[in-house]
């Protein structure tokens, strides 16, 4: 009845509650039940309700309570796998002393090799991007990164030049805030510096400039706009090194660069300009003597042409600024054109072809048969002997109808026949101004070479010279492939005789002419 009465009691309550043996003490009247249920030897207890049964082990013989303690802490601490972890116990790395990091080579290289190494690279690209990388590499190089002397020249340009006017402001602006921490902490011995594209923060820079670079000796504005003539004045007060000054393609009142050279004029060596209708007043002040000291001076027209050509008084600006000196910059030469044979720059208009830009196109072509100068009237024999041709077979130099106008060389016509009179077939030298003495000189070449029959000259242009009657004939004689003669407007020449010769037979009539008539005086 007992029994039957505690089953009912667990099927009621649908639960089963389980209790260590330890706590046998205190269980109630309904717990002693779950004893009574299994034979007391059997080692399991069974507990059935009308939804389960469950198996649990015995409680096996009693034990003292601080060995039960000490199992329930072992019982919380053990992981599910703690088997396996007894089984095979964990070992642990022995622990290694403590090391210090490898500073790298870069901290072992002395500071004097990388200050060179640094120059070299600077020398070669400038001191940025290169000095602000090199500066987070380690202690050492950002050291020697710092180094005022490295920083000697500097080319400034805002990073989005050429996109809108908004956008421009900003980047101008973004980099004015780095150049006031760069200007006093790394470019004290700033020497040269060019800024080019800066349209709205320039009057900011050159303040910066004057505060923080004492050693300026060059100074650059390419497309700068709105320089003042305060910004000027406050470099020329601040910047005692301050004597080249380039402002071309820049837009700067001309009252800026006067005041400009009143300040600073007695040191200045070198300035550059674009030729505008406000450069007259800087002229004015050069050819005042403002800049005794001045070497070099360039006045640029740029690309517009409609411009009112440069009137400039040689003789004033000879004494305002006598120690003016060409300027020769250097230019590395291109590889030429070794394969040209024909040359021609001629113009119907006087054009300003120099012998140096002669020598640049012509340098490496020795295969050159055909050239062709005709209104280039600042070329001259000194720079055509030059030229690395040796065959040439025809060249023209004719000035037709601008001789009046320009000064032309006197003499060096023989520099001409002497290099190329046993390959030329055609000299034009027409309206040239070389003396009577130079021509003769020249053209007895022709006759003065061994075996004259073969000479290949076929035509020859002395139009408006003054070539005499007995140098003529002397050519004639002594070229008689000889085709064509032209001896218009000869003054030395009789009259009748000033014209046109075209074939043998008109050639060998004027040589009889000569030969029979006196010549008129000139």
Known sequence: MASGAAARALGARRRVRVEHPAAARTRSAEDWWWDRLAPSGSGYHLLQS??????????????PRSQRRAARRAQRLRSPGSRTAEAKPRTTPAPTPLQEPDPGWGDRVPLEILLQIFGLLVAADGPIPFLGRAARVCRRWNEAASQPALWHTLTLS???????????????????????????????????????????QIHPVLKLVSESCPWLTFLKLSDCHGVTP?????????????HSLDIQHSMVESTAVVSFLEEAGSRMRKLWLTYNSQTT?????????CCPQLQV????????????????????????CPQLQPSRRAMTPGPGFPSLEELCLASSTCNFVSNEVLGRLLHGSPHLRLLDLRGCARITPAGLHDLPC?????????????????????EGSPLLTQKWCHSLRELDLSGQGFSEKDLEQALAVFSGTPGGSHLALCSLNLRGTQV????????????PGLLHLNLESCRCLPRGLKRAYRG???????????LTTLPYPS
Request: net charge positive; aromatic share 4%.
């Open 50 to 63: 009308d939804s389960m049964l469950l198996v649990l082990p015995g409680p096996g013989p009693a034990r």
């Open 390 to 410: 040796q065959e040439l077979e025809q060249l023209h130099l004719g000035l037709y109808g601008m001789s009046d106008r320009l000064t032309l060389a006197k």
């Open 158 to 200: 805002p990073p989005l030049a050429g996109r809108p006017a908004k956008s421009g402001a900003k980047a101008e602006k973004k980099l004015l805030s780095s150049l006031e921490w760069l200007m006093p902490n790394r470019l004290s011995q700033l020497r040269r510096l060019t800024l080019i594209h800066w349209k709205f």
């Open 281 to 289: 007043a800087i002229l004015g002040a050069l050819l005042g003597s």
């Open 297 to 320: 001076l360039e006045v640029s027209t740029g690309l517009n042409h409609n411009i009112i050509p440069l009137q400039l008084p040689v003789e004033a600006l000879q004494k305002g």
């Open 230 to 242: 305060d910004a000027l004045i406050m470099l020329a007060k601040a910047c005692p090194q301050l």
């Open 504 to 514: 043998p037979e008109e050639v060998q009539w004027c040589l009889e002419q000569l």
């Open 468 to 479: 005499t009657p007995g140098t003529v004939s002397s050519v004639i004689n002594s070229c």
